[in-house]
């Protein structure tokens, strides 16, 4: 199965501030996804991030507050853009390939003072 | 539209007892169905699919899974409970088993196990 890492793990960060996190998997992977979490909650996809072209989003999120990147197959970044403490989350990514089930990294923990 | 309920928010059980969590789903075509643990400060992992063939699935760390298609439930099971098993349960399913098909989380059931 893929190993994905997440970086950072966690961040503190300042209002109207903007943060990018960067997930790598150790292998080829068709999907790579962006989710949100609340602690102790379930999550919500934010987005899918498409190689090669612009990331599909969900309902209730657009990609001027949330560009993805993803410039190959290993590799996707999100950015929380001017950020307000409702940002407050877990962001997670994960990978799939077909016939396969998706992985997940290990989240960042983002806190917005 | 596809949807997932785990109608317990938590589940308690005395370690070496057997553990039931709950799982009914939603989806228009062929469910594929998952269950995924997650412990504090990680992000989720796989313990089991149900993609076909035999109803009963076995996973990582003695789980298992019953797919039950005339009450579309996938309850997660196992024999004797483990004070490690204590986590955040979470059953997903996605229509169809295309990679890029949307996977939908039901809301999460907290196991605890108790010594």
Same mark, same amino acid.
């Given at each position: 199965s893929a190993v994905i890492s997440q970086k950072p793990s966690r961040d503190i960060c300042q209002r109207g501030t903007s943060l990018t996190i960067q997930c790598q998997v150790d292998s080829q992977v068709t999907m790579m996804f962006w989710y949100r979490q609340q602690p102790g909650q379930s999550l919500t996809l934010i987005a899918t991030a498409n190689q090669g072209s612009e990331a599909t989003y969900e309902s209730g999120f657009v990609i001027d507050k949330f560009p993805i990147s993803r410039p190959n197959l290993t590799f996707s970044t999100l950015t929380v853009s001017n950020m307000s403490p409702e940002d407050s989350s877990i962001y997670l990514c994960s990978a799939g390939t077909q016939g396969q089930p998706q992985h997940f990294g290990d989240g960042t923990r983002l806190s917005i003072l | 539209?596809?949807?997932?309920?785990?109608?317990?928010?938590?589940?308690?059980?005395?370690?070496?007892?057997?553990? &039931?969590?709950?799982? &009914?789903?939603?989806?228009?075509?062929?469910?594929?169905?998952?269950?995924?643990?997650?412990?504090?400060?990680?992000?989720?992992?796989?313990?089991?699919?149900?993609? &076909?063939?035999?109803?009963?699935?076995?996973?990582?760390?003695?789980?298992?899974?019953?797919?039950?298609?005339?009450?579309?439930?996938?309850?997660?099971?196992?024999?004797?409970?483990?004070?490690?098993?204590?986590?955040?349960?979470?059953?997903?399913?996605?229509?169809?088993?295309?990679?890029?098909n949307m996977l939908t989380f039901g809301g999460g059931t907290r196991l605890m196990v108790k010594p």
């Amino acid at each position: 199965s893929a190993v994905i890492s997440q970086k950072p793990s966690r961040d503190i960060c300042q209002r109207g501030t903007s943060l990018t996190i960067q997930c790598q998997v150790d292998s080829q992977v068709t999907m790579m996804f962006w989710y949100r979490q609340q602690p102790g909650q379930s999550l919500t996809l934010i987005a899918t991030a498409n190689q090669g072209s612009e990331a599909t989003y969900e309902s209730g999120f657009v990609i001027d507050k949330f560009p993805i990147s993803r410039p190959n197959l290993t590799f996707s970044t999100l950015t929380v853009s001017n950020m307000s403490p409702e940002d407050s989350s877990i962001y997670l990514c994960s990978a799939g390939t077909q016939g396969q089930p998706q992985h997940f990294g290990d989240g960042t923990r983002l806190s917005i003072l | 539209a596809q949807s997932v309920a785990q109608p317990e928010d938590q589940v308690n059980v005395a370690e070496g007892n057997p553990l &039931t969590v709950k799982c &009914t789903y939603s989806v228009s075509g062929n469910p594929y169905l998952f269950w995924y643990v997650q412990y504090p400060n990680r992000g989720l992992q796989f313990l089991l699919k149900y993609i &076909t063939g035999d109803n009963l699935v076995k996973g990582s760390y003695g789980f298992e899974a019953e797919f039950n298609k005339s009450q579309t439930s996938f309850h997660l099971k196992k024999p004797s409970a483990l004070v490690s098993d204590s986590a955040l349960y979470f059953c997903a399913v996605r229509e169809g088993n295309n990679a890029g098909n949307m996977l939908t989380f039901g809301g999460g059931t907290r196991l605890m196990v108790k010594p």
